[in-house]
């Protein structure tokens, strides 16, 4: 089953256009786990248990196990992922971009090593470091496009002197995912929720793309001005899947011994009004 299958699998099953992103800080764990890196995964493991049913996708941000040197427990979550919630496919955010050469082992790792359905890239090195992902039948690649970063402005809004149109640089990318760069229809965008409008015009530019939309939640972008800039209805499945990431905001809805009830809820009452900002 492709990655985009089990997106449309999971959107169905858990009437959802939440992604729960597992971003682990021990600092912030309930006090039993507090500080203790060697408990990441059992603390991510109970996050996944408390919103299988809640979720279209799980995004793992690598950079939170590496930092710990639990690379170890990323493999054993997305195993126990799999077990838990079959039907949800896992995203992992390690945002590369290399010469081809080097992005073939970072292929490796995303899709071999971790085994996860779709991965986050920069496109800033071009076509060539983004060719090694798409070697892999039907797994997922989304492209940085419009961040939700205020310094996403600096490169992204940047208008490209020379290319027909005089496009921003957001804009090209998006384009590119779009049109000549998506070969086997395996890539999708990166644009936070923190910036609406460039989300609609993304999805005007890129409608059959999926959108990951990362900045609800602890970034303060709005849940339902994202779903409508970004959803056009799927009923003839031609247009792509909103996938709305929240991370802090569900894992650490509460800093007790009850942080996977309070994730849960946090992650219903997300998912309920990214669900109802459909309007359909
Ligand atoms: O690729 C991403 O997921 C990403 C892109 C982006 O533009 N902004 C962004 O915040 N992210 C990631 O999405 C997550 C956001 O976390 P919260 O702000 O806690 O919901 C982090 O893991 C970021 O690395």
Redesign the pocket.
């Known amino acids: 089953m492709t990655f985009l299958d089990m997106l449309r699998g999971a959107e169905q099953r858990n009437a959802s256009l939440l992604c729960v ?1 597992l ?1 682990p800080d021990p600092a912030r764990f309930p006090a039993t786990l507090r500080g203790d890196a060697s408990r990441i995964h059992d603390f991510c493991a109970a996050i996944v248990d408390a919103t299988a049913d809640l979720a279209i996708a799980f ?1 793992p ?1 690598i950079a939170y196990f590496a930092a710990h040197r639990a690379e170890d427990q990323l493999e054993r979550l997305i195993g126990h992922i799999r077990r838990a919630a079959p039907h949800v496919p896992v995203i992992l ?1 390690a ?1 590369r971009g290399d010469i081809g050469s080097t992005a073939e082992q970072y292929a490796v790792e995303a899709f071999e090593r971790y085994g996860a359905d779709a991965v ?1 890239l920069s496109p800033f090195m071009g076509f060539d470091s983004v060719e090694p992902y798409l070697r892999y039948e039907g797994k997922g690649a989304f492209l ?1 496009c419009r ?3 205020p310094g ?1 402005d600096d490169l992204q809004n940047q208008r490209l002197a020379g290319v027909e149109g005089e496009p921003r640089l957001y804009e090209h990318v998006a384009g590119l995912a779009q049109g000549p760069w998506n070969r086997n229809g395996q890539l999708g965008l ?1 644009v ?1 929720a923190t910036y609406p409008s460039e989300l609609e015009r993304v999805r005007a530019l890129a409608p059959s793309v999926p959108l ?1 939309i ?2 609800v ?3 303060g972008g709005d849940a339902v001005a994202t779903v409508r800039a970004a959803w056009r209805g799927d009923a003839a499945q031609t247009t792509g899947p909103v996938v709305v ?5 569900i894992l650490y809805a509460s800093a007790g011994e009850d942080f996977a009830a309070a994730a849960r809820r946090e992650a219903q009452r997300t998912r309920d009004v990214l669900h109802a900002a459909r309007g359909v």
């Open positions: 992103g971003d995004k941000q955010d945002k986050t940085l961040t939700s970063n996403g990166v936070g990951l990362p900045g939640g602890a970034q990431s929240s991370s802090r905001a």
